[in-house]
T-cell receptor, first 114, second 119 residues
Framework: DQQVKQNSPSLSVQEGRISILNCDYTNSMFDYFLWYKKYPAEGPTFLISISSIKDKNEDGRFTVFLNKSAKHLSLHIVPSQPGDSAVYFCAARDSGGSNYKLTFGKGTLLTVNP | GAGVSQTPSNKVTEKGKYVELRCDPISGHTALYWYRQSLGQGPEFLIYFQGTGAADDSGLPNDRFFAVRPEGSVSTLKIQRTERGDSAVYLC?????????????????FGPGTRLTVL
C-alpha cells in the first residue's frame, strides 16, 4: 500500500520550458515533504522541501506547491535545463513518533531535451 | 567536505552467503539511516541509528538482516544467508541535529549506495 505516489514514471520536456512533477499522498499524518534528485550511480540529493503549514516554497528555478486538502504536491522547474535530467523522488515525513523516517514515491524520470 | 561514503560500490554474491555493507557518514552527523531501493521502486526505510543505538529497526525485512554502529560513526549492515530477493541498492544516509529546528527537519544526505546482486 503506497502512501506516496508518483503516477508518472517518466516526463519529457524541451529545454527552456516548464517541468511539472506531481506527487500524491494518502497519510494525513505527513507534515513535511521533500524532493530528491537522483543521477545514475549516485545517491539521492536533496533538492527542496516544504512544511505542511505552507503552500509554496521557492528556491531559484525550483518551486514546490502543496495542496493539503487534495493531498497533492508538485515540483515546478522553470526554465528546464538538460542537466536537470534525472529521477526525481517525492518523499514525506510524518508528524508522529517515527518522524525521522522518509517515505518515498517510486520516482519520475525527467528528460530535458536540448 | 566529504559526503557519505559506502563500500563496496558493487557486491555480487551467491545465494546463502553472508555479506557486510559499510557506511561512513558525514563527520559529526549523529543520525544514520539505511534504506533499500529495489528495481523500479523508491528507497524504503530499513533502520535508524541515533548515536550507537538502533532507535528503530522496524524496516528490516527479517532476522537475516542486522546492522551495527559500535562507535556512533561507521555503520555496517549485515545480511546472513542471502536470497535472490535481497538484490537491490542499499543506501545509507546521515543527518545532523537541527537545534531549535529539530533533527527531523534536516535533510538526510545520501551515499551512492551499494548494489548487491545475489546469484
Amino acid at each position: 500500500d503506497q502512501q506516496v505516489k508518483q503516477n508518472s514514471p517518466s516526463l519529457s520536456v524541451q529545454e527552456g520550458r516548464i517541468s511539472i512533477l506531481n506527487c500524491d499522498y494518502t497519510n494525513s499524518m505527513f507534515d513535511y515533504f521533500l524532493w530528491y534528485k537522483k543521477y545514475p550511480a549516485e545517491g539521492p540529493t536533496f533538492l527542496i522541501s516544504i512544511s505542511s503549514i505552507k503552500d509554496k516554497n521557492e528556491d531559484g528555478r525550483f518551486t514546490v506547491f502543496l495542496n493539503k486538502s487534495a493531498k497533492h504536491l508538485s515540483l515546478h522547474i522553470v526554465p528546464s535545463q538538460p542537466g536537470d535530467s534525472a529521477v526525481y523522488f517525492c518523499a514525506a515525513r510524518d508528524s508522529g513518533g517515527s518522524n525521522y523516517k522518509l517515505t518515498f514515491g517510486k520516482g519520475t524520470l525527467l528528460t530535458v531535451n536540448p | 567536505g566529504a559526503g557519505v561514503s559506502q563500500t563496496p560500490s558493487n557486491k555480487v554474491t551467491e545465494k546463502g552467503k553472508y555479506v557486510e555493507l559499510r557506511c561512513d557518514p558525514i563527520s559529526g552527523h549523529t543520525a544514520l539511516y539505511w534504506y533499500r531501493q529495489s528495481l523500479g521502486q523508491g528507497p524504503e526505510f530499513l533502520i535508524y541509528f541515533q548515536g550507537t543505538g538502533a532507535a528503530d529497526d522496524s524496516g528490516l525485512p527479517n532476522d537475516r538482516f542486522f546492522a551495527v554502529r559500535p562507535e556512533g560513526s561507521v555503520s555496517t549492515l549485515k545480511i546472513q544467508r542471502t536470497e535472490r530477493g535481497d538484490s537491490a541498492v542499499y543506501l545509507c544516509a546521515s543527518s545532523s541535529y537541527g537545534g531549535l529546528a529539530g533533527l527531523w527537519y534536516n535533510e538526510q544526505f545520501f551515499g551512492p549506495g551499494t548494489r548487491l546482486t545475489v546469484l
